[in-house]
């Protein structure tokens, strides 16, 4: 996230009036995927997160939000995570609970407060901002719905952003995870997509700019 605002204003000045950013962490996992603690790069080797890197990495969204403000960019925000450390796994098979605390923070308290804080001090989070709080995550997400769905709710009873619209984002293939069959009929998933305001999907299609509705179907 080191040249947020530089990106932004080659976007904007190519002629984009939306944006995505991918808010991305890293993670130490087991031989299993199961998430051991969270943290970053420094150099080749994986670090647990301090107070110190989660100032900077909010520090860092705030820059990058703040540069789409002023440029009066619409902006979405998905969250991800990334593998880091001697073994590595796609993130669609993590696990984790978004709630529990893993090596010393939450995924909720990691990445997902200094995404809301940032939103909230660049006045983004009242322009119709939309926000996924997981992305391409599905194990984790066919998993723990509940816990997905409260952490939803903590945000809007926060009222720290207002306008958003707040959802989850999915992957177009193996939706619940590798060799994992998506419980379409699971009570607590789709009590989770109900009271999502948006559904999103990673879909990995070459297309032409502009991008045209057609070039997405299947």
Do not use: K
């Not at 998905?78 to 529990?100: E, K, M, T, Y």
């Amino acid at each position: 996230h080191h040249d947020g605002p530089e990106q932004v204003a080659r976007i904007a000045d190519a002629g984009f009036r939306r944006l995505q950013v991918v808010a991305t962490l890293h993670c130490r996992i087991d031989g299993r995927g199961r998430v051991q603690q969270f943290g970053r790069h420094a150099g080749r080797r994986f670090q647990p997160l301090d107070e110190a890197d989660r100032d900077a990495f909010r520090s860092a969204l705030t820059q990058t939000f703040q540069a789409a403000a002023q440029r009066g960019l619409t902006v979405a925000v998905v969250a991800h995570l990334n593998s880091a450390g001697p073994i590595h796994q796609w993130r669609n098979n993590f696990v984790f609970d978004p709630c529990v605390d893993y090596g010393g923070a939450s995924y909720e308290e990691a990445m997902i407060e200094p995404i809301a804080d940032a939103l909230t001090a660049t006045g983004l989070a009242r322009q119709g901002v939309d926000l996924a709080v997981g992305g391409e995550m599905g194990r984790s997400l066919f998993e723990h719905p509940q816990s997905y769905a409260e952490l939803i709710a903590r945000l809007r009873r926060s009222g720290r952003l207002p306008g958003a619209r707040i959802g989850v984002s999915v992957n177009f293939t193996h939706v619940a995870g590798e060799d994992r069959t998506p419980r379409e009929s699971n009570a607590a998933a789709q009590a989770l997509f109900d009271a999502c305001d948006f559904l999103g999907m990673s879909n990995y299609r070459p297309f032409e700019p502009p991008p045209r509705p057609e070039q997405f179907r299947q």
